[in-house]
C-alpha cells in the first residue's frame, strides 16, 4: 500500500526534545523517536520483542549515567516491563533478568531501526520494506537523502501548521497537486475566488523523484503573491513519496519556501504538514495573520475529502481528465515506477517527460 525505501516527513525537530521519546504510528507501524541529551535523534520500532509492551513507554537512560551499576556508553530506552534495553542500533543492550552463566547472546537480539535525518528543522525517517520475521540484522543505510529546501541554508521553519486527513495517502497527495480545486475549496480573501478564474498554461519537466513546474510568475489572481510585492517567481516541484516545495523569488529582497509533507499514518489516515521558512521581513510582521490563514487552507482541504469519504464508501470508478489530472497521473506512474525498481532491484527511471499543461482556475 505504501512505498518503502523511502524517506518520508516524519515530524518537527522543535517537537522532540533532548532527553524525550516520542510515539507514532507511520505506515501503520509504531515508531518511538528518542533525543539524547547531547541531541542525536534516533527511531525504533517501537515494540519490544519480548512480550510487545511499547518501548516509549519506557525511560529513556542518557548516555553516561548508571543503570544496574553499569556505566552507559551510548544512550539507551529501557522497556518498562522487563527492563531489556536497546541503543540507538536497534540491538538489544541488556536483560536483567539474566543470571550468571546463562548463555545468551543478548545482541542478537534486535529491534527494527529506522534511519532519521535530521535537517533544517525537520526530521526524515526512511522507511525500509516490511518485516515479517525477526529483526536480526541493522537496516542498511538509505541510498539516498531526504530533500533539502531551497535558499534558506539551515534556517528552521518560521511558521508550521499540521492536520490529520481521514483518508489514504494517495486522495491527500492528489489533492496537494490539484490545480483547479482551489476557487470552490479555497474560498479566503487572501486567495483567488470562481469569479476570477482564467486559463492559465505552465510548463513542466522531469526533476529528482518527480516533477517541476518550471520558473513562472504567480499567479496573479492571489491575494497572498500581492503581498509580497512584484517581480516575483515561483517554481513549484513535487517529490515522491509526497513532498511539494514551492520556491517564492522576490528579487534581491529575499526567498520564500513553502514545504507541504504529505505522510501516511495509516491505510486510512494521512498527516499533512505544512512548513514555511522566508527570508523577507514583510512576512515575519504579517505571521499572526499567515497562521489563521494557513490552518483554514489546511482544514479547507480536510473537509473536502472528509466529503470525498461518503462518496468513496460505494467503491466508485474515478476519473482523471487532461489537463488539470496530468500531475495526478504523472503521481501514479512514479509509483508504479518506484515499486517496480524495488522489486526488480533496477534503477529508478522517471517516466514524467517534459509537457506544457492549460487549465482555468
Known sequence: MFLRNIWYYALPASELKPGQMLHKV???????????????????RDLCPHR??????????GKGSTVDGNTLSEPQIECPYHGWRFGPDGACKAIPSLVDGQQMDVGRIRVRRYPVREQ????????????????????????????????????QPALIERMIFDCHVDHAVIGLMDPAHGPYVHRSVFWRS???????EKAFGPSEMGFTMLPHAPSKNSRFYKILGGGLTTEISFRLPGVRVEHITAGSRGSVVGLTSVTPLTETSTEVTQSFYWTLPVLGALKPLLRPFVRSFLKQDGDMVNIQKEGLKFDPRLMLIND????AKWYFRLKDAWKEAGETRAAFTNPVKPATLRWRS
Open 26 to 44: 507511520l505506515l501503520g507501524e509504531p515508531v518511538v523517536f528518542a533525543r539524547s541529551k547531547e541531541g542525536e535523534v534516533f527511531a525504533l
Open 52 to 61: 510487545g509492551v511499547p518501548l516509549s513507554s519506557g525511560r529513556l537512560c
Open 120 to 155: 533544517q528543522g525537520n526530521i526524515w525517517i526512511w522507511m525500509p520494506p516490511v518485516s515479517d520475521g525477526p529483526v536480526l540484522e541493522d537496516t542498511p543505510e538509505p541510498d539516498h537523502e531526504p530533500p533539502v529546501m531551497p535558499a534558506v541554508e539551515s534556517r
Open 194 to 200: 470562481e469569479k476570477s478564474m482564467y486559463a492559465k
Open 324 to 327: 488539470s489530472d496530468v500531475q
